[in-house]
């Protein structure tokens, strides 16, 4: 039995060091709040380290954790008190910025950052996991628990949404979805 716990620990250790920051990052673009998303990836965990003699192996490891970190937020963001609280800014450390050019490229990418966060949830859910976890429209389609072409549409009308939000639509590229 000490042998099993081991081995289920040691798993547990090598999974949160390869995916952890990842699912932080999903979990932090999803509900908007870093500390929330902090607790909600501990929660993720947990449920991992609950469930990780029980997983069949049917899908990837990252598409099940994924999975569950999806749930996870989705279950908060029911809640009450997500819906009825006022979120916490995003807060980004400043950092010590030298030439104009690096400047120019964090501030679209943080305007990026904003407009995505303004989607509605199921179209940020989609953008989160191809863009951000880089995911394959299969491997979404698998998380959310919907078909291909659900994804292919919500991520179409995401990205529509965010070129109309765009001031300025030059340099802005998407990259094709081939699923």
């Known amino acids: 039995m000490d042998k099993l716990q081991q081995t289920t620990e040691a798993s547990l250790d ?3 060091r390869e995916y952890g920051t990842r699912v932080l990052r999903l979990v932090t673009l999803m509900v908007k709040d870093r500390a929330l998303a902090e607790d ?3 929660d993720v965990f947990l ?3 609950r469930n990780l003699a029980a997983f069949r192996g049917e899908s990837s490891v990252h598409t ?3 999975r569950i970190a999806v749930n996870e937020c989705k279950g908060h963001m029911r809640s009450w008190a997500f819906r009825n ?3 916490h800014s995003w ?3 400043a950092g010590d910025v030298s030439t ?3 400047v120019v490229e964090r501030a679209a990418k943080d305007e990026l950052v904003r407009l995505v966060l303004a989607l509605p949830p199921l179209y940020r859910q989609a953008v989160a996991l191809h863009y951000y976890a880089e995911m394959s429209i299969a491997e979404v389609a698998e998380v959310l628990g919907v078909t291909e072409g659900t994804v292919r549409t919500r991520l179409h009308r995401a990205r529509q949404r965010l070129k109309e ?3 300025n639509g030059e340099g802005w590229e998407w990259t094709e979805t081939n699923g």
Do not use: A, C, F, N
Request: charged residues 25%.
């Open 100 to 102: 104009e050019g690096i």
């Open 91 to 93: 807060i980004q450390k």
């Open 47 to 49: 449920k991992v380290y």
């Open 64 to 66: 099940w954790i994924y």
């Open 85 to 87: 609280l006022l979120p």
């Open 165 to 167: 939000d765009m001031r």
């Open 14 to 16: 090598r999974l949160m």
């Open 40 to 42: 909600i990836t501990q």
